[in-house]
DNA sequence: CCTTGGCACTCGGCAGTTTTGAGTGCTAAA
DNA sequence: TTTAGCACTCAAAACTGCCGAGTGCCAAGG
């Protein structure tokens, strides 16, 4: 046999492609470790066990599939499943009936919340795992229009609404009592002065007109800026939503029967600021991101695997919509599912935007 | 033995009272059934098990007790557990960090929003339960303010802000576009004109409005209406907004060892909805409300407890806080808790309002 | 040189049986 | 009225043997 290396892990045996293939799906499909005579029997090799025996020896070796106790058969490793989906993955088209699913929840939500969470459990409902849909902090978007309303005496609700028509409600607490013509003005001086620019141009130049400020002693234009920092800072703890739903389904997986792992899991599903972390590293990259097991941190800590795709287009890309689910989870299904989701959630936000527009 | 009758539970033995409080005590400190032995050897009772036997099988008869199979201890039944709360419980009082718990969080938050999520984290960590808190519809309240603002151009965000602080976003579609100056001017009528008034009172008088309309021929009184009666329709649906904090705290539970009831359980807290009906019945109750498994359809399905409180004053009831968990739980500590915080909570938002009344 | 059959060995899971222990009810004696 | 004793029940734990799937290694065969 010739020499395997495992740069890249680009070159294996053409047999031990197939043979790795066949061993990931039959343990997808089936979750039980896969045993050398099964494999044989399963019609695909005409090889006896023993020969796939020692080709699942040396894919052992090279760290693709590992035995869970000494006779058990097999089970592919994470990078047993990396290699699976970066070469030998075959990604099944969706079926009509999923395409429908999906354009339908999508296409009746308006509200862009509504879209989200809509498409989170369309997700969620058709993976049959954890569906996740998230929106990035507001701060690289341009906003369309700010305004104040009292809703106590030193409490003012702010309404920040962005270009591409998301809605942010931030309260601050004010040390002025703003009366609401005041507040009136504040909003119409805002949204006339910065519409158009982002909220950290927005903060620079609120800071800039503080010196102009001191020269005119304006004591409107004081209460304005001060509002207006007030309103633009700290937006971001806020606003990344996450839509994380389904969390139940997981409670089928024969993975987690025993209830110590499923605690582990569901603990994790709890630490939104986590997931929300991992999945900011993924929205830098471009197409569908894939992460198994121990390739991350927070994965490895739970064995899970994410399938997330940014959604919106490259110049304003939106957000991240993904399935979490465990390491042995149909990639192939996956994949497209996740990816037909966020072309039509880009495509449906960028509709609700343009109709805005055009209307005006 | 005097005869036990079982009018009301009233008259059981002292013995037998004493004799069912510390099984229902043992029980819920080690969640097994207990045996005539172990109870006779636990020094609280000079009786042999022979004689603990007799008491413990007439408590049966009566219903407080109950054997999951033969040759096994006894359980207390819901109505053992009811017993056991009106006639024998000693309420334990709060510990002295459990107060400071309660007292820094609660007292930390100041956006009604964020003191209800506080308060419903800040239950479940010391109850080590799933913490509910709920706040019932906003119609029964008195409006202060209403604000319209464009979001979109047929999406019109309305704010409204009741007497007790409770602020309400909602977005609705309309057929008009409005103007900005349309929209303050709208905002300033209503607010000025229905201020004091509850949302079902507005809509009705804006409904009365409708003639009056007709015979003007009014175009921004016509406004004025269409959108009024827009933003106070449906508010209900959105509004008793339920917190329910640390489900995961019942994956410790022995009781839902297995995946199967813990699965429906799990569900069952999924259903907001029934939750919310069942904390609204509790709601017409003054002070502090039990309810034990099979006492009502919800709970009886799912073997729950609840141990829930009315927050806010007599006059003006806000919502209602409680605990779910299992039938056996800690009552004697779950109680003070509840109604501590049930207290804070009151006070709390009571306060924040004040407050704002007191600057303006 | 690769493939294959054979062989010895390991180990988890299952079924059946036994043992143990906690608990009960009843009865008779104190 | 209490208690000790006895016979009985039953669930859970422990022990048993056994089966089967799987492995590694070796030596024979194409």
């Known amino acids: ?101 999906i354009d339908e929840q999508v296409g009746h939500a308006h509200e862009i919340d509504d879209i989200l969470q809509v498409a989170s459990r369309a997700l969620s409902a058709l993976s049959d795992q954890v569906g996740v849909v998230f929106m990035p902090t507001l701060l690289q978007f341009a906003i369309r229009s700010m305004d104040f309303i009292a809703i106590g005496d030193r409490k003012i609700q702010c309404v920040i609404v962005s270009s591409n028509g998301v809605v942010v409600n931030k309260v601050i607490e004010t040390r002025f009592v703003f009366s609401r013509d005041e507040l009136d003005k504040i909003g119409r001086y805002i949204t006339t002065e910065f519409a158009g620019l982002t909220l950290d141009q927005i903060r620079r130049r609120l800071i800039r007109m503080t010196e102009q400020e001191r020269a005119q002693h304006d004591e409107m234009l004081q209460k304005t800026i001060t509002l207006g920092i007030e309103a633009v800072n700290d937006v971001v703890p806020f606003d990344h939503e996450l839509y994380v739903e389904g969390a139940a389904s997981i409670l089928n997986k024969p993975e987690y029967a025993d209830a110590a792992a499923l605690r582990k899991t569901f603990l994790a599903l709890q630490e939104k600021e986590k997931l929300v972390e991992i999945l900011e590293t993924c929205l830098s990259g471009e197409g569908l991101q894939i992460v198994i097991g121990a390739e991350s941190d927070f994965t490895r800590m739970h064995d899970f695997s994410i399938v997330a795709r940014r959604y919106g287009n490259q110049s304003t890309p939106l957000g991240m919509v993904g399935i979490i689910g465990p390491m042995r989870m149909e990639y192939a299904r996956m994949a497209p599912l996740v990816d037909y989701l966020s072309r039509a959630l880009g495509r449906k936000i960028e509709e609700e935007h343009h109709e805005e527009e055009h209307e005006s």
């Open 1 to 101: 046999m010739m020499p395997i290396r495992d740069i890249h892990g680009e070159d294996l045996d053409v047999r031990a492609r197939e043979v790795l293939r066949e061993i990931v799906l039959q343990h997808i499909a089936s979750g039980e470790p896969i045993g050398s005579r099964m494999l044989s029997k399963c019609g695909r090799f005409s090889l006896s066990p023993a020969s796939l025996r020692n080709v699942m020896a040396d894919l052992e070796d090279l760290g693709y599939l590992t035995q869970p106790h000494t006779s058990a058969g097999r089970v592919p490793t994470d990078r047993g499943y990396r290699f699976f989906i970066t070469h030998l993955m075959k990604s099944r088209s969706l079926s009509q009936r999923e395409r429908e699913v």
